[in-house]
């Protein structure tokens, strides 16, 4: 399954080092940890952040190969074809590939389908119990940083989300012709088509 500019290692960011190492600073909030609890906390965020980068790396890699195992790819390949869909970018000129981004819009599709339920209500409760927790502790700060960190965070997953299934959409009538009739696609799960 070849394509334009693909040299069969992929992007440099693709690789499990630059994932995990990606993970890495998002994860370690060493500023916030160290806002909170001072300079003493950095050997705990440290190692936390390396606990966890290690773990969502883990994760990462194991959806991936999963992924490229249902699709009929390689697992290399797999995060170029999910830029092209988030980008709602050029098709792909092999069938074989072609067929491959269908198959990973619809596993997408299915797992969206699947979790539309509980993931969101899930994360509300979080994002609002933790904002709960520090009131209710008298760390008022705190509690309204945390607040307005999970009101925007919140905010930008329904966006991210509603954006992300209007161009698998997309892609998917593109690859499959406009008409798109019995695909059974998610139109109605994050938003319009």
């Known amino acids: 399954m070849g394509t334009k500019g693909y040299t ?6 693709d690789q499990w080092w630059a994932v995990g190492l990606l993970v890495l600073v998002l994860v370690i909030g060493v500023a916030v940890r160290l806002a909170f ?3 003493s906390a950095w050997p705990e965020a440290l190692a936390g952040g390396v606990f966890y980068a290690g773990l969502l790396t883990w994760f990462l890699m194991r959806r991936r190969r ?3 195992q249902a699709v009929g790819t390689e697992p290399d390949r797999v995060p170029e074809l999910e830029r092209r869909i988030a980008k709602n970018g050029e098709l792909p000129d092999d069938p074989a590939e072609q067929a491959a981004m269908v198959r990973l819009i619809r596993r997408r599709e299915e797992k969206l389908r699947r979790s ?3 993931a969101f209500p899930l994360l509300g409760v979080i994002v609002l119990g933790a904002p709960l927790l520090r009131f209710t502790s008298g760390d008022v700060p705190a509690g309204l940083w945390t607040l ?3 009101v925007a965070f919140m905010s930008w997953m329904i966006w991210f989300n509603r954006r992300f299934v209007r161009r698998m959409v997309a892609m998917r009538r593109r690859i499959e ?3 798109g009739v019995g695909t059974g696609g998610i139109e109605g799960v994050g938003g319009r088509a």
């Open 8 to 13: 069969g290692q992929g992007r440099w960011r």
């Open 37 to 39: 609890r001072g300079w």
């Open 66 to 68: 999963r992924d490229a």
């Open 116 to 118: 539309r339920r509980w």
């Open 148 to 150: 307005g960190f999970g």
């Open 177 to 179: 012709g406009v008409g």
